[in-house]
């Protein structure tokens, strides 16, 4: 392991596995697949969102702005990062693997891609929300602030817990904790907003509503997991640097990303479909006069 951390420094864990042991035909591939379908699937939502924008009473429209948004930062960063992966690896021969191309670390595979995505996105997809639902007791300014703080907060701190995976796992878990405390924060303040937000809403949107908290729970919570990738798999004080963790972390990010950004902001559209129908605003019946409303 020393001799790997000479080489490669504070690289994360997947160069690691491509410079000790290489991937497999299938775990290279399939986790090119894997980040393939994720800015495939960003583009797909980037389509619904723009062409769903009308059937919302325009007050609510601001969410489905913001999910544009996202879906727009998500595809561009997720396309670089497969890039990325395809570039770092290269297939050798006499191996019959996919070996790390290069110890140079600009060519290295690099995880910061997706926290960079996150640091976009993150607060956006907080806020969208709270275009939608109407709070009943905490303040729009305060909960924005909140989100907004703990957010940035969570993903800056592990994106730095991310370098030291591999050669500092004492600096990796202390960055990881501080950023499940914001993580933690975050879920705290969303159940209120939602609990706030079922209140007078109708009995659909409401309905809508609960299966944002349930997929906001189930989704946020495989972030941590991939994070921890590496660990879960060696059971030990030391990373696993095997390419099953690689294929995990792969497939869990991207479970997570399409559930916290696309269907997210699908069930946010419902909801706000059937809000716009309580107050008069029906895009089924309305029609072509819709857009005008």
């Not at 001799?3 to 591939?29: P, R």
């Not at 495939?40 to 325009?58: D, Q, S």
């Not at 670089?80 to 290269?90: D, G, I, K």
């Not at 956006?124 to 907004?148: A, C, E, G, P």
């Amino acid at each position: 392991m020393e001799e790997l951390i000479a080489q490669l420094g504070n690289a994360t864990f997947e160069n690691y596995v491509g410079l000790e042991s290489g991937y497999t035909e299938m775990a290279y591939q399939l986790s090119a697949h894997v980040l393939t379908l994720g800015y495939a699937v960003m583009l797909a939502g980037l389509l619904f969102f723009v062409l769903t924008m009308n059937t919302v009473k325009r007050k609510f429209r601001i969410s489905n702005v913001l999910s544009v948004v996202v879906m727009v930062s998500a595809f561009l960063l997720l396309l670089v990062q497969q890039q990325n992966w395809l570039s770092a690896f290269q297939y050798d021969t006499s191996t019959a693997t996919y070996m790390l191309s290069s110890t140079d670390p600009g060519d290295l595979f690099n995880n910061g891609y997706r926290y960079l995505n996150w640091l976009i996105d993150v607060p956006m997809l907080l806020f969208q929300i709270l275009f939608v639902v109407t709070l009943t007791t905490s303040s729009f300014s305060s909960v924005r602030n909140q989100f907004w703080f703990s957010g940035t907060g969570m993903i800056l701190t592990g994106y730095a817990g991310q370098y030291y995976e591999v050669t500092d796992p004492t600096l990796y878990f202390i960055w990881g904790t501080i950023s499940t405390l914001f993580f933690f924060h975050i879920l705290y303040v969303m159940k209120q907003v939602i609990d706030q937000g079922k209140e007078g809403a109708p009995a659909k949107a409401q309905q809508y509503l609960g299966s944002i908290w349930t997929l906001f729970l189930f989704t946020w919570m495989l972030y941590p997991g991939a994070y921890l990738m590496p660990y879960l798999f060696s059971f030990s004080a030391e990373p696993a640097l095997s390419e099953a963790a690689v294929v995990g972390r792969h497939m869990t990010y991207t479970v997570a990303d399409i559930g916290s950004k696309v269907i997210y902001g699908i069930f946010l559209t419902l909801a706000a479909q059937e809000m716009s129908k309580a107050e008069g605003y029906d895009w089924e019946t309305m029609g072509e006069d819709a857009t005008a409303a």
